[in-house]
Structure formats: C-alpha cells, structure tokens
C-alpha cells in the first residue's frame, strides 16, 4: 500500500500460534508490513456469497441426517447393509460443488 494515511483504528484477531507464523512468513516473502499485508489481503479478496443456496443446504443436511440414520440402524442390525456408495458420492459431488461455488455451505 503506496498511499499515505492515517492508521488511528485498532482492529484485533485471534489466530493460533501456527497461523501467526504462516501469516508473518507471507508477509515478509511478499516484502509487505504484517499490517499491510492483511489489509491488501483483507481488501482485495474475493469472497463469493451464492444466492438462494440456503435451501438446497437445508435439504443437504436433512439428507445426510438421514444417511446417519440409516447407518446406524444397519449397524444395529436393524436391517441388512446395502450399497449407498451412490448416495454418499452424489451428496460429496454437490458438496463439493457448494464449496467450489463460494466457500463453505455449512457455515451460516
């Protein structure tokens, strides 16, 4: 950051000891100031927020509440195993494609 001006405001985050010497090893690589740094980081970051996702999450979580179900009721012995490998795929391809949209879906 070129420009001149007035840094009078504090602002303070809690990192663990290990994020604060990956952050200050960043920073020095990059020949910037720690503060610097986390602003041009902070400022210039694009962070997606996708749409009327808020359903199709809740939908998510209502069916991987009921895979939890059912895999405990198999482990009961409740009812015999059967092969939910395509159901457990198809739920980790939409996550993943959540998280590929715009970060973690799960986080509200």
């Known amino acids: 950051m070129t420009e001149n001006r007035k840094r009078n405001v504090t ?24 503060t610097d740094y986390l602003v041009t980081c902070a400022l210039n970051a694009k962070i997606y927020v996708p749409e009327d996702l808020k ?5 998510l979580k209502r069916i991987g509440t009921n895979l ?7 482990n009961m012995g409740v009812f015999k195993s059967y092969n939910f490998s395509e159901v457990i795929d198809g739920q980790r391809r939409i996550y993943e494609a959540l998280v590929h949209m715009g970060g973690n879906p799960w986080r509200r």
Not at 16 to 30: F, P
Not at 55 to 59: A, F, G
């Open 11 to 34: 602002l303070t985050i809690r990192v663990t000891e290990k994020e604060k010497e990956s952050i200050l090893e960043q920073a020095q690589k990059a020949e910037m100031s720690l």
């Open 55 to 59: 359903p199709i999450v809740t939908e």
């Open 68 to 74: 939890n179900q059912i895999t405990t009721k198999i």
